[in-house]
């Protein structure tokens, strides 16, 4: 791994780096203009971002803004403001200076201006040709201090699973686990997530945006993307042009389990290079409910990050760096298991670099990462040495060339390489130790004709896994290959300014894990007895998605079909055995055609300046094709309805604001 790191992907970056400063133009352009709202008066305090090179700026008294230094290129420039709907304008800077004149239009809602997933560039919410929902700003901070995972519950598609204190796992439309794929700041998140107890190692605190497309999104980012994907955006170093040192302090508290959590973040510019920095930490009892106690089903949480970043006319570079270190304590019944106190630790780092580099034609994106995630579960709190022991280790490098238009056609072309290493460090082997490598090509492109615009795209993964010799599990050494070919229809008909109709066919994949193929052993985290079959094959989907959108001032709509056929599902299926040494059910890695199918309706309407009123359900029917028996793990069809009276100010308060939630 350390090889692949040091011989592959940071002299992958210095080329890139190099190439795209003796490439990029040497003086640059200015993008300037003035924000004002319908009346004609300058609004102050707008935020204006390029996300393509992660800078931006504010509007001063006058209205006025001004960014300085832009490479040549085509570019998505963004214009927010608390209180006012967000605006989105393309830009074209290589004739020269561009001066804007933006009106923003009153709106109390928090609608997005932008979708960063599910297509390579930037674009906005009614012009994705897939079903996306995106949470920022008051939405997220409203759920601080949960498991970040937690915070997507009410959005239209998306149920979570939870077993105990912030242990929560998404599920996208019947689908989840290695069916989900999480994605941070570009950088796909890779933990043990194949079981049911093992949550996404992500801090709720340091996240600042989060899209989740649902459905199969295989070409733009791999296998394991079959059900969706959950784009995580973790707050940046600020832009240019900012204060030394600025800070933000949040704190939250919650009753049932006695739960406290806060965090304190650094930002600012020294010179030339801008930083950030945040800890945080959470605290939590155990849960409480009407019956009384759940005993040991508290949690900590304890996390750091620290960012660095420099801009130029070059482009942009930034190096993260964090960790996530977690104890979540697993309740078992008392009844069948009286004084159990198991638990499990876990540690995450991470270290990222991130380069964008504007050229005369292009524009590259490059991303390198590795991540190192060390799980421990222990029979009891006293006990020193932990029964599962796992230490994977992960590198990545996504490189992406956004070519700007040739004619109405514009688009993307990516390269991305992931290498693993998995131990299994304990005594006793849940899973044998792996070499995984994955190898992936792919092309998208997208064309514009006034009201419509269609997509298109193709990806070629390649993935190696070898297993090691392992005398515990009777293994021998072995080598298991799989390749295959995603790809993908887009189109948007754009009926009017507020008013879209989407479709989107795609064809994706997800190979075999490690897990399924063989596991063999008790698993204490989910209280079972699982084995593998050596004989699984890759899960194909293919799915039809179709969607009618709405967004205005006032109010924000969306009604989506969804129809995704998979051969070769993998499912647990209890086998009626017990084990005779520790007493678990006995569980069997099978494999079935599947059919999903289902629709989904979200409505949010402004009713008047301080009520708020939402509405929604999710339909979700998941079957065996050969029998017709519901598939497990899906979750119920919902229906909910909500009201929320808010104020900008009252008796000193800023944003207060009473939510009233009913589920059915």
Excluded: C
Excluded at 39 to 60: F, H, I, K
Excluded at 125 to 133: E, G, R
Excluded at 392 to 418: E, N, Q, R
Aim: no cysteine; aromatic share 8%; glycine share 8%.
């Amino acid at each position: 791994m350390h090889k692949l790191i040091f011989h592959v992907i940071f002299p992958a970056l210095a080329f890139a780096f190099a190439f795209g400063y003796l490439g990029s133009p040497v003086n640059g352009q200015t993008i300037s203009g003035i924000v004002s709202d319908t009346n004609g008066q300058p609004l102050a305090g707008v935020n204006v971002v390029l996300p393509a090179l992660q800078r931006g700026a504010s509007t001063d008294s006058t209205g006025t803004f001004i960014i300085e230094k832009i490479p040549e290129g085509i570019y998505v420039i963004m214009f927010s403001m608390i209180g006012y709907q967000k605006e989105t304008h393309q830009v074209d800077t290589r004739a020269g200076d561009v001066r804007l004149h933006v009106v923003l239009h009153i709106s109390p809602l928090d609608f997005p201006s932008i979708v960063l997933t599910a297509k390579p560039q930037p674009t906005d919410v009614l012009s994705s040709p897939q079903s996306v929902t995106v949470l920022e700003g008051r939405q997220l901070d409203r759920g601080r201090g949960q498991s970040t995972i937690h915070i997507l519950e009410n959005s239209p598609g998306v149920a979570t699973f939870s077993t105990g204190s912030g242990i929560v796992k998404p599920s996208i439309r019947g689908l989840t686990s290695q069916r989900v794929l999480v994605v941070v700041d570009g950088v796909r998140q890779e933990g043990q997530q194949w079981s049911d107890e093992h949550a996404p190692e992500i801090d709720a605190f340091d996240t600042e945006r989060i899209e989740v497309i649902r459905g199969p999104n295989s070409v733009l980012y791999g296998s394991d993307a079959l059900g969706g994907v959950i784009n995580i955006k973790s707050a940046d170093v600020p832009a240019e042009n900012v204060a030394p040192m600025q800070g933000k302090i949040m704190l939250s508290g919650f009753s049932n389990n006695r739960q406290g959590a806060g965090a304190l973040s650094l930002y600012g510019m020294l010179g030339k290079v801008n930083y950030r920095t945040s800890v945080s930490a959470r605290s939590a009892g155990d849960i409480t409910t009407p019956k009384g106690r759940l005993p040991n089903s508290g949690m900590s949480e304890y996390n750091g990050r620290a960012s660095l970043g420099v801009h130029g006319l070059w482009g942009s570079a930034t190096l993260h760096a964090s960790r996530v270190n977690q104890k979540f304590e697993i309740y078992e019944n008392p009844a069948e298991n009286p004084g159990a106190t198991p638990y499990q630790r876990v540690t995450h780092d991470k270290i990222h670099l991130n380069f964008r580099l504007p050229l005369n034609n292009m524009r590259i994106e490059a991303d390198a990462a590795w991540q190192n995630n060390h799980r421990r579960e222990f029979e009891a709190q006293d006990e020193a040495n932990p029964e599962l022991n796992l230490l994977l280790g992960t590198g990545t490098l996504d490189i992406k060339v956004h070519h700007y238009p040739i004619g109405p056609v514009f688009g993307t072309a990516g390269f991305s390489l992931m290498q693993q290493r998995n131990q299994s460090l304990a005594r006793d082997v849940l899973i044998p130790q792996f070499r995984q490598r994955n190898l992936a090509f792919f092309l998208y492109e997208e064309m514009n004709l006034r009201q419509i615009s269609l997509s298109a795209g193709l990806r070629l993964d390649s993935r190696q896994l070898k297993i090691g010799q392992d005398n515990r599990l009777v293994l021998d050494e072995q080598v298991r290959r799989y390749q295959e070919l995603s790809g993908l229809l887009g189109a948007v008909w754009r009926i009017s300014a507020p008013l879209a109709i989407a479709a989107n066919f795609g064809r994706a994949w997800r190979a075999p894990t490690a897990f399924e193929l063989f596991v063999d052993g008790v698993h204490e985290g989910t209280v079972r007895y699982e084995t593998g079959d050596e004989n699984l094959q890759p899960e194909n989907a293919l799915n039809l998605d179709v969607s009618l959108r709405f967004v205005s001032a006032r109010m924000q709509g969306e009604l989506a079909f969804f129809h995704n056929k998979i051969e070769q599902y993998i499912y647990l299926q209890p086998t009626g055995a017990t084990d005779p040494e520790s007493g678990f059910r006995k569980y069997q890695h099978s494999q079935t055609d599947a059919l999903l199918q289902g629709a989904e309706f979200t409505l949010t309407l402004q009713a008047t300046d301080w009520l708020t009123v939402t509405g929604g359900a999710d339909f979700l029917h998941a079957e065996r094709k050969a029998d017709r028996q519901p598939l497990p793990l899906v979750p119920a069809n919902r229906f909910k309805a909500g009201v929320q009276a808010k104020r900008q100010k009252l008796y000193g308060l800023h944003a207060p604001y009473v939510s009233v939630q009913a589920k059915i």
